[in-house]
């Protein structure tokens, strides 16, 4: 007779190119240890050519997943292999949860779920603000934007250094969002509740520039998607002027939710030990 478990079985991956830098796989692994569910989640490396085998794969069932994660440089592509992407896909025009349903592959962004449940767990009210300054104009904003504005933040300033990438983006999400040279930074941040850096910039260590926060709301909050280093320059800077910070990881860690609930069938919770278990592992690499 054959294991029943065998049955019951669930796999989920992770991909891109590299992948080997994922902590994918320690989020939802805690999550399937946590509710004792017989499933699989995987870091999968697929290079950029053998990507729409690996889709066509998920498609006819011969992968043995049933669906996963995407990450750089896939996440255009996943959107565009999709059968059913959904509204917030659509506008962002990439994916990076997928999902088999009815014989279909489903695709989802999760990204912008991620970054306001992540300012709704550590800073509850953060949305009842008039404006917001967003420093960047990368992939990463995209998600930052779509997801500020769908709260119903009525004036969103994206502030770049080339114009014509900030611009493609107030295009994009529309009339709410304007776009700005980094000259314009002082007076746009002026009255907003909320500074969101969306690039690089002290990354690993790396330098940031000093940014005057003063002008911002009392009790505005300045958060950072970047979460290694966990307080970023532009953070240590916020706090040092008495501004309320929020670290880009929760952001990492409730955007796993919505996709690990589509695949296994819990909704899990963030909480203080997969935090702490994350952390750990950034400060062993």
Not at 121 to 150: E, F, M, T
Not at 215 to 243: C, H, M, W
């Amino acid at each position: 007779m054959a294991d029943s478990r065998e049955t019951l079985l669930v796999n989920a991956f992770v991909t891109g190119w590299p992948v080997k830098h994922s902590r994918s796989p320690l989020i939802h692994n805690y999550w399937l240890k946590q509710f004792d569910i017989t499933g699989t989640y995987k870091a999968e490396a697929v290079s950029e050519e053998d990507f729409p085998a690996f889709i066509q794969a998920l498609k006819d069932g011969s992968s043995g997943y049933r669906g996963g994660n995407v990450t750089i440089p896939h996440k255009e592509l996943a959107f565009r292999l999709a059968d059913r992407p959904d509204a917030l896909a659509e506008e962002l025009g990439a994916s990076n949860t997928l999902w088999m349903e009815n014989g279909l592959l489903n695709a989802t962004n999760t990204d912008g779920y991620g970054f306001t449940a992540n300012l709704d767990d550590h800073h509850p009210g953060w949305d009842k603000i008039g404006r917001a300054v967003i420093l960047g104009a990368g992939g990463a904003s995209r998600a930052v934007i779509q997801a500020v504005r769908n709260r119903g933040i009525g004036e969103i300033h994206v502030v770049n250094r080339t114009v014509p990438r900030a611009q493609e983006l107030a295009d994009r999400f529309g009339p709410k969002v304007h776009a700005h040279s980094l000259e314009a930074l002082s007076e746009v941040m002026s009255g907003a509740g909320l500074f969101v850096n969306t690039t690089s910039l002290g990354m690993d260590g790396g330098e940031a520039p000093q940014v005057d926060f003063s002008s911002l709301r009392d009790d505005a909050v300045v958060t950072d998607i970047v979460y290694v280093p966990l307080k970023t320059p532009l953070l240590a800077q916020a706090e040092n002027q008495g501004f309320a910070i929020v670290d880009g990881l929760g952001m990492l860690l409730h955007q796993a939710v919505p996709g690990f609930e589509k695949w296994f069938g819990r909704r899990p919770l963030v909480d203080e030990a997969l935090r702490d278990l994350v952390i750990a592992d950034m400060e062993r690499h």
